[in-house]
């Protein structure tokens, strides 16, 4: 089962900061949180991921609780290009442990 | 540079036929899976490669499933006997070793008729 929570699906204005919510309440100490998102007909693609500090590369930020329970993925400037379904995975970085579970994800519509 | 490789990209079979898919995974990526995504559905685990570990075929879904990886490079998932409900995309996903992120290609899009 996919450990997260994550909206089914949200719009937001082309050019506006994009902030999409996921729920994570039973994270283990040893686990990640990453994002993925997948354009229509393409594989996934890699975002960001961090373990408890917050986390910004050149596709976004990752805000992470200070209970680690949930976080936030904010693209700051939207784009129609990233138009997607996004998806919000925790996942233990120990030998052994490495299926990602993906769940439905949020599907994130940009409007012009 | 390169990503990850998959072919065909589209693949159209007769029930009961064996089909072969192929991934060639990003240079030096120690790790490999596979996963398979239903219409409008999420990503299903299948199978993951590492190294010269034992196969994690924990997600196949059924002995028709199997799969093989040459050393660190190519794999192929092999679906014997298909059935109408083995139409998917399959994707392969590769990473430089057990704690990187996973790097995707765009998947084989099989129909079985």
């Known amino acids: 089962d996919a450990k997260t929570t994550q909206p089914t699906s949200m719009d937001c204005a082309e050019g506006r900061a994009a902030n999409l919510p996921c729920n994570h309440s039973t994270i283990s100490g040893n686990e990640y949180v990453y994002w993925y998102r997948q354009i229509h007909s393409q594989g996934p693609q890699y975002i960001i991921h961090?373990?408890?500090n917050n986390e910004t590369n050149e596709m976004a930020s990752l805000i992470i609780t200070e209970d680690r329970k949930s976080s936030t993925l904010i693209l700051p400037h939207a784009t129609l290009r990233d138009t997607a379904v996004y998806y919000c995975i925790v996942r233990a970085v120990i030998q052994g442990a490495q299926k990602l579970v993906f769940g439905q994800g949020t599907r994130l519509t940009i409007n012009p | 540079g390169a990503g990850v490789s998959q072919s065909p990209s589209n693949k159209v079979t007769e029930k009961g036929k064996d089909v072969e898919l192929r991934c060639d995974p990003i240079?030096?990526?120690?790790?490999l899976y596979w996963y398979r995504q239903r219409l409008g559905q999420g990503l299903e685990f299948l199978i993951y490669?590492?190294?010269?570990?034992?196969?994690?075929k924990s997600g196949l879904p059924s002995d028709r499933f199997s799969a093989e990886r040459t050393g660190e490079s190519v794999s192929t998932l092999t679906i014997q006997r298909t059935q109408q409900e083995d139409s998917a995309v399959y994707l392969c996903a590769s990473s430089q070793d057990y704690y990187s992120p996973l790097h995707f290609g765009n998947g084989t899009r099989l129909t079985v008729t």
């Open positions: 490669f590492q190294g010269n570990s034992a196969p994690d």
């Open positions: 240079s030096g990526h120690t790790a």
């Open positions: 961090g373990l408890k």
